[in-house]
């Protein structure tokens, strides 16, 4: 696929086809702008012909768009696998929730986005054209862009397809394309340590994001498969180690889940573990998810929850529900549509 290229890549492929360098950054300019193939015309007929099949061919399957301006998307990828995403609104700019894979084979028992096991990754390209195509489809180009931060937070986990997430990063900072700095990406991730260290050894400063949502590990095995490889004292250490190197504070996700996670006493327990460095966690409201058979709270627990972080001397706050009226956690629309298929 032609957008796993570099710049530099794409330019030096052309030349290999034999046509000027030029032409590789003309195509590269036209792929940032998520042109259709049809749409290019300033490029030879027979070097479009040449690279056909390898241009990017992704579309939108299906829009929703809540009242708040908050729009779900579902994409119809080249080989016909579909995912998702969430374009959100805020003072501070646009945020695009990103999927990194098809499916996921993390499976957590509160998410919609493993119920079909994992497909495949998407390469670097795929991630980044998810975001290309956001762009365009809300009037933004490359000089005035309608998507300025991005969250690995969609379909997949991120630090399982770690090579083409670490490339997707070079490839949405070149300046000549979306030019968008690590410091506008978070990763989420649901703890897979050995890959917290390589990211922080590697150079990389995005804002990690950590799937936490317990207390203790006998908790967390109950909810998440992931907890029977690595404890919370590890995911812990490997933070500590990324703050350490990168000097960026560390977000802890807590989906709250009704008489599992909810009550004051793992409120306590929890602000004891996360004492002793920058970090701020985000309290969630589980959404409801049909076949995995869990509740999410109930009232103001939420904001019951978060205050009692925030006497124990955290950082916390409630995650704004976005896009209710469209319906559907992480997953769900994608599922939907599969579930149709069948």
């Given at each position: ?69 908050t729009k779900k998307y ?83 986990e991120p630090l399982d ?108 327990e929890l602000s004891k ?70």
């Amino acid at each position: 696929m032609l957008l796993d290229y570099s710049r530099e890549e794409l330019c030096a492929y052309i030349e290999k086809l034999g046509f000027p360098k030029f032409r590789g950054a003309q195509l590269f300019d036209a792929m940032m702008q998520a042109k259709k193939i049809n749409e290019i015309t300033n490029l030879p007929k027979n070097l479009l012909k040449e690279i056909e099949l390898e241009y990017p061919h992704f579309e939108i399957e299906r829009c929703l768009e809540s009242k708040d301006g908050t729009k779900k998307y579902i994409y119809r990828m080249n080989d016909g696998e579909i995912i998702e995403g969430v374009f959100m609104k805020y003072k501070y700019g646009n945020t695009l929730c990103i999927s990194t894979q098809v499916g996921c084979r993390m499976g957590c028992k509160f998410c919609a986005s493993s119920l079909h096991g994992l497909i495949r990754n998407l390469s670097a390209g795929e991630i980044l054209e998810q975001i290309l195509i956001v762009n365009r489809d809300n009037g933004g180009d490359l000089k005035h862009r309608a998507v300025t931060n991005i969250v690995l937070m969609g379909s997949g986990e991120p630090l399982d397809n770690y090579d083409n997430v670490t490339k997707f990063f070079k490839l949405l900072g070149d300046e000549k394309g979306m030019n968008i700095s690590q410091r506008n990406i978070s990763l989420s991730t649901c703890g897979l340590v050995p890959n917290i260290y390589k990211l922080a050894d590697d150079g990389w400063n995005v804002t990690l994001t950590i799937s936490l949502h317990a207390p203790n590990d006998d908790i967390r095995r109950k909810t998440m498969p992931i907890a029977n490889k690595y404890s919370i004292n590890e995911i812990i250490d490997a933070c500590k180690y990324y703050f350490e190197k990168t000097g960026r504070r560390i977000i802890f996700e807590y989906t709250l889940v009704k008489g599992v996670n909810d009550k004051t006493e793992h409120a306590e327990e929890l602000s004891k573990v996360l004492r002793g460095f920058p970090c701020h966690v985000n309290v969630i409201p589980l959404n409801y998810v049909k076949e995995r058979n869990l509740q999410g709270p109930t009232g103001k627990s939420p904001y019951i929850f978060a205050d009692k972080l925030i006497e124990k001397g955290l950082s916390a706050t409630v995650r704004r529900t976005l896009g209710a009226d469209i319906g559907g956690a992480c997953g769900q629309l994608r599922n939907s549509i599969l579930d149709k298929k069948v």
